[in-house]
């Protein structure tokens, strides 16, 4: 009876021992539970703030380096906006310069003009008393038959023409040679201008008469001053006339007196 007693007691004392037990683990559960999930979550915030940190120090890390770069590049053009700066302010000075310069040429280029102008004016009035030339001294030098050497008396001829041309500072000489009808055309054209050569040679030598002042015309058989069918006419058409023409009056105004050496 007691043993049973016991037993019952014994038994009464484990299931209260598991009631114990278990009210324990279940405070247990309600109150570590809560706790563990709580722990686990602040890890997790904590792993996901150690995540966020890491990335917000390499976007701060990015963001340095950007900042550098940008600091680079607004240095790098700060200096390149000094340079334009400086460029721009050497443009300006030689662009007053050039303006300056400019100016002075444009005055310079003026005053010549001018003086163009005025020494176009002078010259439209001189050349326009170019055509006022009047003829000062003419003669005839004549020639033997078929000859084209200047004989003695018609080198005297040329130095009394010559001497009428000393007075004059412009002056132009004409010489035309001519010749008689006899012969083939072909023949006395060439012989007038041998015998106009004779005489311009002669000039230029012995009178020292600038060759830019002559002109000569062999005009052959053409225009005979006197009839070819006589000896005495046939002579007087084998000849060189020579003219002497000058502006000195007209663009002077004053008369030139000629000097008539030699007569």
Same mark, same amino acid.
Request: a positive charge.
């Given at each position: 009876?007691?043993?049973?007693?016991?037993?019952?007691?014994?038994?009464?004392?484990?299931?209260?021992?598991?009631?114990?037990?278990?009210?324990?683990?279940?405070?247990?559960?309600?109150?570590?539970?809560?706790?563990?999930?709580?722990?686990?979550?602040?890890?997790?915030?904590?792993?996901?703030?150690?995540?966020?940190?890491?990335?917000?120090?390499?976007?701060?890390?990015?963001?340095?380096?950007? &900042?550098?770069?940008?600091?680079? /590049?607004?240095?790098?053009?700060?200096?390149?906006?000094?340079?334009?700066?400086?460029?721009?302010?050497?443009?300006? =000075?030689?662009?007053?310069? &050039?303006?300056?310069?400019?100016?002075?040429?444009?005055?310079? &280029?003026?005053?010549?003009?001018? /003086?163009?102008?005025?020494?176009?004016?002078?010259?439209?009035?001189?050349?326009?008393?170019?055509?006022?030339?009047?003829?000062?001294?003419?003669?005839?030098?004549?020639?033997?038959?078929?000859?084209?050497?200047?004989?003695?008396?018609?080198?005297?001829?040329?130095?009394?023409?010559?001497?009428?041309?000393?007075?004059?500072?412009?002056?132009?000489? =004409?010489?035309?040679?001519?010749?008689?009808?006899?012969?083939?055309?072909?023949?006395?054209?060439?012989?007038? /201008?041998?015998?106009?050569?004779?005489?311009?040679?002669?000039?230029?030598?012995?009178?020292?008469?600038?060759?830019?002042?002559?002109?000569?015309?062999?005009?052959?058989?053409?225009?005979?001053?006197?009839?070819?069918?006589?000896?005495?006419?046939?002579?007087?058409? /084998?000849?060189?006339?020579?003219?002497?023409?000058?502006?000195? =009056?007209?663009?002077?105004?004053?008369?030139?007196?000629?000097?008539?050496?030699?007569?």
């Amino acid at each position: 009876m007691r043993a049973r007693i016991l037993t019952i007691a014994g038994l009464a004392g484990v299931l209260a021992l598991a009631a114990t037990g278990c009210a324990t683990k279940k405070f247990v559960r309600a109150t570590v539970d809560p706790l563990t999930n709580r722990v686990g979550q602040l890890e997790n915030s904590a792993k996901e703030t150690e995540k966020s940190i890491g990335n917000l120090e390499q976007g701060v890390s990015r963001a340095d380096e950007r &900042a550098r770069g940008a600091e680079s /590049r607004a240095s790098q053009a700060a200096e390149a906006a000094q340079q334009a700066n400086d460029r721009a302010v050497k443009s300006g =000075e030689q662009a007053d310069a &050039a303006a300056r310069a400019a100016a002075g040429a444009a005055g310079q &280029a003026e005053q010549v003009g001018q /003086r163009a102008s005025a020494q176009a004016s002078a010259l439209d009035g001189r050349i326009s008393s170019l055509d006022n030339y009047s003829m000062v001294a003419e003669g005839s030098i004549l020639f033997d038959f078929g000859k084209s050497e200047l004989t003695d008396a018609a080198k005297q001829s040329l130095d009394e023409m010559a001497s009428k041309v000393q007075p004059y500072k412009r002056f132009v000489v =004409e010489i035309h040679g001519f010749t008689d009808q006899v012969g083939a055309p072909q023949y006395n054209l060439e012989l007038s /201008r041998d015998r106009a050569n004779a005489v311009q040679r002669y000039l230029i030598m012995q009178h020292k008469v600038p060759l830019y002042r002559i002109s000569i015309l062999g005009a052959g058989e053409d225009a005979p001053v006197a009839d070819n069918k006589t000896r005495d006419g046939r002579k007087q058409n /084998r000849r060189v006339e020579v003219k002497v023409y000058t502006a000195d =009056e007209a663009l002077t105004g004053k008369k030139v007196e000629a000097r008539l050496g030699g007569q």
